[in-house]
């Protein structure tokens, strides 16, 4: 139970959480927590540089409710497939 509410943590409040629970997945060695940290980071730099016109603020709002629909899924314990960042991220948790 705990380990599924800090999967939903990360993409509570973006890349801080994500960073912040990175640190602490490689520190325990948690590859699920690692991978949906590393997507939450993802999903906010693109959410924040998405949100630097004023224009794309709004999908900017959308990745964010997106991204607390992934940590929705991840806490339900079902797979999360997003095009391109699923894929980085798990490349980037076997080097970890």
């Not at 380990?3 to 325990?28: D, H, P, R």
């Not at 794309?56 to 940590?71: D, N, P, R």
């Not at 391109?84 to 970890?96: G, H, M, P, R, V």
């Amino acid at each position: 139970m705990k380990e599924k509410f800090w999967l939903f943590v990360t993409y509570l409040f973006g890349a801080l959480s994500g960073i912040i629970l990175l640190i602490y997945g490689i520190s325990i060695k948690d590859k699920e927590l690692k991978k949906n940290s590393i997507i939450s980071i993802t999903l906010s730099v693109i959410g924040s540089l998405l949100a630097l016109t004023y224009i794309l603020t709004i999908i900017s709002l959308l990745i964010y409710l997106y991204g607390l629909y992934v940590g929705y899924k991840a806490y339900s314990g079902k797979p999360i497939v997003i095009p391109y960042i699923s894929e980085f991220a798990e490349k980037l948790t076997e080097t970890f």
